[in-house]
């Protein structure tokens, strides 16, 4: 796809007007002081159009490039039937970005890279198949998932997911989803595998666990739908899957459901594996880090001036720094983007790679715009572009705050 002279001059200028969000301090609040979009713009979609910015994603390739992606929901995205994601890459480290190509029929999903080779991974369309896609190419061509050797893992049935992370860990990839054939508020977690030698567009070559139902009755009966799980090996080395849980009021929880060492099957204990997880109502992406020895998330958390809310799975004005060292007490690192309005403006659904000392991420914004601003908090009308410089560094000086205690260190 070839950049007009036109795209090209309005690409400099925003460019300049925005890079100087580019990086982040530890505990900077970014998009309080301006009424610019905070970041690098990636991609815009006005809320007049109805298409709105879902399932940020982004790796890094082995040249060096950067490679980002979002779908599109609302009402005349089509995401209900063919879903449609973009893919953006960047040659500068982020400092500008160009669309390379449009994949149809592909939603909620996320960009990995294995063995060299870029794949991207989730679901047709809304509680769709699941599919996986394959770029020999940098991302500007993909194969189709039309059958199940070329990457249609499920023929039939209904599931559920984000752009969580995919762990290679003992030999295999894992990758965790959920079905949907009882709808949105019945979504049972499950995780599949696939050995990492194996050919990943070939449906029998990967494993699904059993796809276990939440009880309504847990946490005293404040336990909401469980999704958007994370695949991570524990510091024992086993894989759980981390879930984000709808619950109200405050602490925010999350779910860490134990997986079997042969991707079978999946469990769970209500007494002893709900954490306390700031923003954990909302999706979140955990990875560790080997040189910290410590796990890391970007999460939408609640600041103390908005804790009486009783739906914390909908304030996502502020984006934190989080880190744990056994997946079960959190820390608040950093404050990374904030603004006082819940209701227009939200920071949200980041996911995020380590680049050397820093963490590189794409959030899906809800932000001011010429045309009136994000139709809501929730249906974002920009994707950005952001990095932490020395992330292993921040140590947030905020008070204390809703659900979590300032990292000491």
Not at 119 to 125: H, P, Q, R, S
Not at 200 to 209: P, Q
């Amino acid at each position: 796809m070839k950049t007009s002279p036109k795209r090209f001059i309005m690409e400099c200028v925003a460019w300049l007007l925005r890079c100087s969000f580019l990086v982040l301090g530890c505990s900077h609040i970014n998009a309080a002081v301006s009424p610019a979009v905070p970041g690098v713009m990636i991609d815009h979609s006005p809320a007049s159009s109805g298409q709105y910015i879902g399932s940020p994603s982004i790796v890094i390739l082995a040249n060096g490039y950067y490679l980002a992606s979002h779908d599109f929901f609302g009402p005349k995205s089509g995401s209900v039937i063919c879903a449609t994601t973009a893919i953006f890459r960047s040659t500068d480290r982020g400092a500008m970005w160009r669309e390379i190509a449009r994949v149809q029929c592909s939603f909620w999903a996320n960009l990995f890279v294995h063995r060299g080779v870029v794949y991207l991974m989730g679901v047709e369309n809304q509680h769709g198949r699941i599919v996986i896609r394959r770029s020999l190419d940098g991302g500007v061509t993909w194969t189709e998932p039309d059958s199940t050797v070329s990457g249609l893992l499920t023929p039939r049935g209904r599931f559920h997911t984000a752009p969580v992370p995919m762990v290679e860990h003992a030999g295999k990839l894992w990758r965790a989803f959920e079905n949907a054939d009882g709808g949105g508020k019945r979504l049972r977690a499950g995780m599949l595998s696939v050995p990492v030698e194996a050919d990943l567009l070939n449906a029998t070559n990967w494993t699904f666990s059993n796809f276990l139902p939440r009880d309504p009755k847990w946490l005293a009966g404040n336990s909401g739908p469980w999704l958007e799980g994370n695949a991570v090996a524990t510091p024992e080395g086993k894989m759980v899957d981390v879930l984000r849980v709808n619950t109200p009021g405050l602490p925010e929880k999350a779910a860490l459901a134990e997986v079997s060492d042969d991707g079978r099957t999946i469990s769970f204990s209500p007494t002893r594996s709900f954490v306390d997880f700031p923003g954990g109502s909302k999706k979140f992406t955990i990875r560790f880090d080997a040189k910290s020895d410590g796990y890391w998330s970007l999460a939408s958390m609640v600041l103390p001036e908005d804790a009486k809310a009783d739906r914390p799975g909908s304030i996502r004005n502020t984006l934190a720094l989080i880190r744990s060292h056994d997946l079960r007490h959190w820390e608040v690192r950093a404050i990374l983007l904030h603004d006082p309005d819940t209701k227009r403006h939200g920071f949200q659904y980041a996911d995020w790679q380590f680049d050397g000392n820093d963490i590189i991420f794409v959030c899906r914004t809800a932000y001011d715009d010429k045309e009136g601003g994000a139709h809501t908090y929730h249906d974002a009308n920009f994707l950005t572009f952001h990095r932490i410089k020395e992330f292993r560094q921040c140590a947030t000086t905020a008070k204390s705050v809703a659900g979590a205690q300032p990292g000491s260190h």
